[in-house]
């Protein structure tokens, strides 16, 4: 079947700018995780959904960072105001449920380029 | 919050030689995975694996929970085996996200 979906692959902005990233997880999948990867911070955890449930937002580094996921299933990450430190690839995953450990599955990533 | 360390950071074959990366953490884990990214930065699922061992053609991996460790087992390596091995845990309790060690960097040489 198809897996994580993840669009734009690549984007470039200016400074100041406000971006959307999107991710269309595995169908069935109950839980999605937003990561983000660059070069001095490695791979974190930026945004958790399951279910209905409040989202687990711990991750998220500033307030300019925002993402929703409507009616469970495609999410939106959304960056205000874009800083040259919000240059990295943002990945997307999804899983079976979040209650349980469950096998996660990584989409392809966006790479963000803020100039 | 739970520390991943993985070793060596970094690790240079001949194509057809084995080796073993290995994945240590802190605290009690509910989920392990091993993922290997690809050139183009791909995560591509090898185990999910909080106890025990797998193997899957010419890799195997073994996650000893009460010690707190994995192992991620190549063997007879193949230029398309380079990337980025990477270790991934959850905790017992707490959040469902990964967190990710800061991988091992293979470059198997033909």
């Known amino acids: 079947g198809a897996g994580v979906s993840q669009s734009p692959s690549n984007k470039v902005t200016e400074k100041g700018k406000d971006v959307e990233l999107r991710c269309d997880p595995i169908?069935?999948?109950?839980?999605l995780y937003w990561y983000r990867q660059s070069l001095g911070q490695g791979l974190e955890f930026l945004i958790y959904?399951?279910?209905?449930?409040?989202?687990?937002k711990s991750g998220l580094p500033s307030d300019r960072f925002s993402a929703e996921r409507t009616g469970g299933s495609v999410s939106t990450l959304t960056i205000q105001r874009t800083q040259q430190e919000d240059s990295a690839v943002y990945l997307c995953?999804?899983?079976?449920?979040?209650?349980?450990?469950?096998?996660?599955?990584f989409g392809p990533g966006t790479r963000l380029t803020v100039l | 919050g739970i520390q991943v360390e993985q070793s060596p950071p970094d690790l240079i074959l001949q194509e057809g030689a084995n080796s073993t990366l290995r994945c240590n953490f802190s605290?009690?884990?509910?989920?392990l995975q091993w993922f290997h990214q690809n050139p183009w930065g791909q995560l591509i699922n090898l185990f999910y694996?909080?106890?025990g061992t797998k193997q899957n053609g010419r890799l195997s991996a073994t996650t000893v929970a009460t010690e707190r460790y994995s192992l991620l087992y190549i063997s007879s390596s193949q230029t398309t085996d380079s990337g980025v091995y990477f270790c991934?845990?959850?905790?017992?309790?707490?959040?469902?996200?990964?967190?990710f060690g800061s991988g091992t960097r293979l470059q198997v040489q033909p």
């Open positions: 995953a999804s899983s079976l449920a979040g209650g349980v450990p469950n096998e996660q599955f």
């Open positions: 169908s069935g999948h109950t839980a």
């Open positions: 959904f399951q279910g209905n449930s409040a989202p687990d």
């Open positions: 605290d009690s884990v509910n989920n």
């Open positions: 694996i909080p106890s």
């Open positions: 991934a845990v959850t905790r017992d309790t707490g959040r469902r996200a990964l967190t």
